[in-house]
C-alpha cells in the first residue's frame, strides 16, 4: 500500500504565501516524478508543477515566478511554495506520484486533496 498525504492548505490573502507539503509512504521503491495539480470550481484538473527525481523542474505558465517545486528524496515528500497568491489560484490541490512500489510495479498515485482559498 502506498499513501499521499498533503498538508498545508488554508485561507489566504491575495498577495501571501502559503507551503503545501506531500508525503509518500507505504512499500515504495523509488519514486520518479512527483508533482502538484489543482483543479478549480468547473474547471478541470491542471498541472501545476512537477519535479523528477533528477531535479528536472516543470511549471505552468501561470505560476512561473510565483510558485516553486522542491523534494526531499530521503524523506520521500515534495513541497509546493506558493508566493504572491492571487485569487485565480483558488482550487483544491493534488500531490501527484509516479511511484515504482515494491509490490504491484509502477504506478500513479495521487493524494485526497488539499484546498487553497485566495480571497481578501
Known amino acids: 500500500q502506498v499513501q499521499l498525504v498533503e498538508s498545508g492548505g488554508g485561507l489566504v490573502q491575495p498577495g501571501g504565501s502559503l507551503r503545501l507539503s506531500c508525503a509518500a509512504s507505504?512499500?515504495?521503491?523509488?519514486?520518479?516524478?512527483m508533482g502538484w495539480y489543482r483543479q478549480a470550481p468547473g474547471k478541470q484538473r491542471e498541472l501545476v508543477a512537477a519535479?523528477?527525481?533528477?531535479?528536472?523542474?516543470d511549471y505552468a505558465d501561470s505560476v512561473k515566478g510565483r510558485f516553486a517545486i522542491s523534494r526531499d528524496n530521503a524523506k520521500n515528500t515534495v513541497y509546493l511554495q506558493m508566493n504572491s497568491l492571487k485569487p485565480e489560484d483558488t482550487a483544491v490541490y493534488y500531490c501527484?506520484?509516479?511511484?515504482?512500489?515494491?509490490?504491484?510495479?509502477?504506478?500513479?498515485?495521487w493524494g485526497q486533496g488539499t484546498q487553497v482559498t485566495v480571497s481578501s
Open positions: 519535479i523528477t527525481n533528477g531535479g528536472t523542474l
Open positions: 501527484n506520484a509516479d511511484i515504482l512500489t515494491v509490490v504491484a510495479g509502477s504506478k500513479h498515485f
Open positions: 507505504g512499500s515504495i521503491f523509488s519514486i520518479y516524478v
